[in-house]
């Protein structure tokens, strides 16, 4: 079957770097987003992932392992703006328009 | 760009009453998705149309449920008979095609009471 796993909530203080990881397991791979979804709003697009390796973009970077089903996202330099759930999603090999879609991680940021 | 607009933005309506739900997606995209999504738990897909085509309609949650996109440009998502669970945010999205990202509207939050 389709199945995404990311944590489902995560702590972090002002200022540090956090790395929320996604593993999937899904029939075939076209590719891997990242969302970021504040409360009661839509998400937004932050990060696509197709072929392995480190995409950087500003304070965030997204990270992807096509063997090992894995990807991660990283936020650098935490602002209390980022405290929102952040999702990750996969086109997979089925469908070329239907996502696979996790739950969400919230990341809760302290000062 | 103006983004992807959704009306209304929040519907509250007695159970057993039909709602309509629309949905103007950025003007270059194709590809438009509508969505569920309930506290807690990602995007839920309903169904999607490549232009006026409606390419994927067998995860509507059930017949009540349906969609449509007459002109290929703005759609509508109706349900008819609304029942207490289906309270949630609806969510419309569009896209230029595959491996693009999906570009989500602010969505129309339902409750039923």
């Known amino acids: 079957g389709q199945n995404i796993d990311q944590p489902t909530e995560m702590t972090a203080t002002e200022g540090a770097i956090v790395q929320i990881n996604c593993t999937y397991q899904?029939?075939?791979?076209?590719?891997l987003f990242w969302y970021q979804q504040h409360a009661g709003e839509a998400p937004t697009f932050l990060s696509y992932?197709?072929l392995d390796g480190l995409e950087e973009k500003g304070r965030f970077s997204s990270f992807l392992s096509r063997s090992k089903g894995y990807s991660y996202l990283l936020l650098k330099e935490l602002q209390m703006k980022d405290s929102a759930s952040y999702l990750c999603a996969v086109s997979h090999g089925d469908s070329n328009y239907q996502l696979i879609w996790g739950a969400g991680t919230k990341l809760i940021i302290k000062p | 760009d103006t983004g992807v607009s959704q009306d209304p933005r929040h519907k509250i309506t007695k159970r057993g009453q039909n709602v309509t739900f629309r949905c103007d997606p950025i003007s270059e995209h194709n590809r438009l998705y509508w969505y569920r999504q309930t506290l807690g738990q990602g995007p839920e897909f309903l169904t999607y149309f490549q232009n006026e085509a409606q390419l994927e309609k067998s995860r509507l949650l059930s017949d009540r449920f349906s969609a449509e996109r007459p002109k290929g440009s703005f759609s509508t998502l109706e349900i008819q008979r609304t029942e207490q669970g289906d309270s949630a945010m609806y969510l419309c999205?569009?896209?230029?095609?595959?491996?693009?990202?999906?570009?989500f509207g602010d969505g129309t939050r339902l409750s039923i009471l």
């Open positions: 992932n197709v």
């Open positions: 999205a569009s896209s230029r095609g595959q491996g693009q990202p999906q570009h």
């Open positions: 899904t029939s075939g791979f076209n590719g």
